[in-house]
């Protein structure tokens, strides 16, 4: 079993409408968190960081952590065309803040 | 443009055959990580490196696969001899150490192995 699951979608959803994306992880030890995005045929990129419990803003993404439900989500407001993409959810592991990720889920923006 | 170079991108060959894939880190990165990503297992890590050093090849299949880095430019990948069950993008990614967070990835090796 995998450290980080993920529902594999695909997570469809209407232009403009908010999206909803979660990943639950088994080690009560992860203190950080990663979402990168993959478009499809392309590497990921990071696009949040989050480390406390509570929620952080960057433009249309907020992601969210709550450690002692051992949950993480990444919310993305007036979804885009352009955010179709496989999001993929990585606890920081160790110092060196390595990403080991999940299977990412796969989300559909539809006109 | 810093980023960070794989080679080559594509890459078709026999079972039993050597594959090597190679990686240039961004200049004065210091952590170097090997992925394999499927569609089965998602994105796998293989092994990192610091400061050329080998830290973790856990996720490395032993008997078939070895990872180096002969100076601070190049990461390469070897996989003798590969099966189809290789059949995977490869993907190499490059970080500062510390509280930088942010892994850089390169464009992928798509390998397949007939």
């Known amino acids: 079993q995998k450290e980080v699951e993920q529902n594999s979608g695909p997570l469809s959803v209407p232009e403009g409408a908010i999206a909803s994306l979660n990943c639950t992880y088994s080690d009560r030890g992860s203190q950080s968190f990663f979402w990168y995005r993959q478009y499809s045929g392309k590497s990921p990129e990071l696009i949040m960081f989050i480390y406390s419990n509570g929620d952080k803003e960057d433009g249309r993404f907020t992601a969210q952590l709550n450690k002692a439900s051992q949950y993480v989500s990444l919310l993305i407001r007036d979804s885009q065309p352009s955010d179709s993409a496989t999001y993929l959810c990585?606890?920081?592991?160790?110092?060196?803040?390595?990403?080991?990720f999940g299977r990412g889920t796969s989300l559909i923006v539809h006109p | 443009d810093a980023r960070v170079t794989q080679t080559p991108r594509h890459k078709v060959t026999e079972m039993g055959q050597e594959v090597t894939m190679r990686c240039q880190p961004i200049l004065g990165h210091n952590t170097v990580f090997w992925y394999r990503q499927t569609m089965m297992q998602g994105l796998e890590l293989l092994a990192y490196f610091r400061n050329r050093a080998p830290l973790d090849d856990s996720g490395m299949p032993k008997d078939r696969f070895s990872a180096e880095m002969p100076d601070a430019t190049l990461a390469t990948l070897k996989i003798q001899p590969s099966e189809p069950r290789d059949s995977a993008v490869y993907f190499c990614?490059?970080?500062?150490?510390?509280?930088?967070?942010?892994?850089?990835f390169g464009q992928g090796t798509r390998l397949t192995v007939v």
């Open positions: 990614a490059s970080k500062v150490r510390g509280a930088v967070v942010e892994a850089f």
């Open positions: 990585a606890p920081a592991s160790g110092g060196s803040y390595i990403p080991t």
